[in-house]
C-alpha cells in the first residue's frame, strides 16, 4: 500500500515543507491573503513524514488539521514564514509549497480603519514581502541539499516555471496551472510538470495526495541513499 511505497525512503533525513497561504495584516481585522488551502503541502509534510523523515511544517493560516507525525509551526504572515523556516534549518530537503503574499501592507494601523464620510476609499501602500525559495535556495551556509518550489501560473506553465528555477535558484520547480477553470486552487486534484534545467516530466492528472507520495519518492531518489 501507500506507507509500503513509502517506507523507509526518507529515514534519518530532516524535510522543511512550507503550506498554505499568509495573511498580511491591514488593520487589526483586516488582511491581504490568497485562495491557498494547504492541502498540497500539507500532502507533502505527511507523505514524507511516512517516508521516515523528521518534517518541520511552516503552515499559514489554513482549515485543515495538522498532519499525523510532524511538527508543525503555525505561522501569520511572510516574514513570521521566513523566521520559521530559517530556524528549521539545517535540512536535507526543503519544499516550499506555501502561497506566499507577493506582497504586505506597509504598515499595519494600529485601529481599525474607519471610513470618512466624503474622503474616498483609502489607498493601500504594498511593499514586497521576502522570497522565502530565494533566500533559502542563496543560503552560503545551511542550504539544504535540495530546494523545491512550486509555480502557479494561469499561462505560459512551462516556460513562466523555467524562470522561476534560474530567478529562484532552487533545483526543481513543480510547475502546475491554476487556471480559475482547472480547480486546482483549493481543489482535491492537481496536474503537475517538474522542471529541472535538464527537463520537464509531466504526470497525468490525479489527486494532491499521490502528487505528494510521487514527489517525495522523486525527490528521494535524487538524494540517494541515506548518508550518501
Ligand atoms: N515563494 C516564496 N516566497 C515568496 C513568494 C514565493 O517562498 N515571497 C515561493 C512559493 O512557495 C513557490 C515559489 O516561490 O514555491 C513560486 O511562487 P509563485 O507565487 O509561483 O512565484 P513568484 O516568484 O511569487 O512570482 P509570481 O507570483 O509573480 O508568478
Ligand atoms: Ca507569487
Known amino acids: 500500500g501507500d506507507a509500503g511505497r513509502l517506507k523507509g525512503l526518507l529515514q534519518g533525513r530532516r524535510v522543511v515543507v512550507t503550506s498554505g497561504p499568509t495573511h498580511e495584516p491591514i488593520d487589526p481585522v483586516r488582511y491581504l491573503a490568497n485562495r491557498s488551502s494547504g492541502r498540497q503541502g500539507h500532502a507533502i509534510a505527511a507523505a514524507a513524514a511516512r517516508a521516515g523523515a523528521a518534517v518541520t511544517l511552516v503552515s499559514g493560516p489554513v482549515a485543515i488539521p495538522d498532519p499525523a507525525g510532524v511538527r508543525t509551526i503555525h505561522v501569520e504572515t511572510a ?93 526543481l520547480i513543480v510547475a ?12 482535491a486534484r492537481n496536474t503537475v510538470h517538474l522542471v529541472t534545467a535538464s527537463g520537464v516530466e509531466s504526470w497525468e492528472e490525479t489527486t494532491k495526495e499521490e502528487v505528494a507520495r510521487r514527489l517525495v519518492a522523486h525527490v528521494a531518489g535524487l538524494l540517494g541513499e541515506p548518508g550518501a
Open 176 to 187: 502546475n496551472d491554476v487556471s480559475p477553470s482547472g480547480g486546482v486552487m483549493g481543489g
Open 79 to 171: 516574514r513570521q514564514m521566513l523566521d520559521a523556516v530559517e530556524g528549521a534549518l539545517p535540512a536535507d530537503i526543503a519544499i516550499c509549497a506555501a502561497a506566499v503574499a507577493d506582497w504586505r501592507p506597509v504598515a499595519e494601523g494600529e485601529q481599525k480603519l474607519k471610513k470618512q464620510p466624503g474622503a474616498g476609499a483609502p489607498a493601500l501602500d504594498l511593499v514586497e514581502n521576502p522570497d522565502i525559495l530565494a533566500t533559502i535556495s542563496k543560503l552560503a551556509k545551511h542550504r539544504p541539499g535540495l530546494v523545491v518550489g512550486f509555480a502557479a501560473e494561469t499561462e505560459n506553465l512551462i516556460e513562466h516555471a523555467r524562470a522561476k528555477l534560474q530567478r529562484k535558484g532552487c533545483d
